[in-house]
């Protein structure tokens, strides 16, 4: 089945500590996003890519960067994890451009503990 | 800018009740509006999503939304609710016009007793 994979599931990390989150995706999608979720929150967009046209959310921490270097992979690092960043991150594709309806496909998100 | 209101941060029901969960948009035109159900530890997954072809707009696991444009709303209902229903609940919305991101609401977390 056409999916969004998220490695690892958990990830724990020391403060301090750089990490990276990996997504990968077998849909052939053109734009790929990263959310942070936080305990009881909604999903918050940090960027998102279209094919290799990166862009940046404008309240995004520069702790966090993002590769994209084909179109079925892209990785979120966070340089310098502190204890605010533990939250679950979420992956997620879209054919094109939202600007017709179309859905996101969401990954099963990789959660982040920061000790 | 768009945005979300989702009415009532938890919902309890019990098992074969009916499920109504409130959400209210702002946008000065008719937006694209969806449904996302998440379940604990898990991405998110789409329920349906009004695109303007129908009002009524009918999803997967037997939920459905109607859009109404004079209320600004688009709640979403289940005539019986069961225990696999027991999640959070997404509303979002996003634009026509150039790169329109989901804008979320806060989520509804439905609760079902036996």
């Known amino acids: 089945d056409a999916m969004v994979i998220q490695n690892p599931r958990y990830q724990v990390t020391q403060f301090g500590k750089p990490v990276t989150l990996s997504c990968s995706q077998t849909l052939n999608h053109n734009v790929m996003y990263w959310y942070q979720q936080k305990s009881s929150q909604a999903p918050k967009l940090l960027f998102h890519y279209y094919d290799k046209d990166f862009n940046n959310e404008a309240d995004t921490p520069d702790n966090f960067q993002s590769r994209r270097p084909n179109t079925s992979f892209c990785f979120l690092d966070i340089r310098s994890p502190g204890l605010g960043d533990a939250a679950m991150y979420l992956c997620?594709?879209?054919?094109?451009?939202?600007?017709?309806?179309?859905?996101?496909?969401f990954g099963p998100g990789t959660r982040l503990t920061v000790l | 800018a768009q945005s979300v209101t989702q009415l009532g941060s938890h919902v309890s029901v019990s098992e074969g009740a009916l499920v109504l969960l409130r959400c209210n948009y702002s946008s000065s035109v008719p937006p694209y509006l969806f449904w996302y159900v998440q379940y604990p530890n898990q991405g998110l997954q789409l329920l349906l999503k009004y695109t303007s072809a129908a009002t009524l707009v009918k999803g997967i696991n037997g939920f459905e939304a109607e859009f109404k444009k004079s209320e600004t709303s688009f709640h979403l209902t289940k005539p019986s609710a069961h225990m696999s229903d027991a999640a959070e609940y997404f509303c979002a919305v996003s634009g026509y016009t150039g790169f329109q991101k989901l804008v979320f609401g806060t989520g509804t977390r439905l609760l079902v007793s036996p």
């Open positions: 997620a594709t879209s054919r094109d451009l939202p600007t017709g309806g179309d859905e996101q496909f």
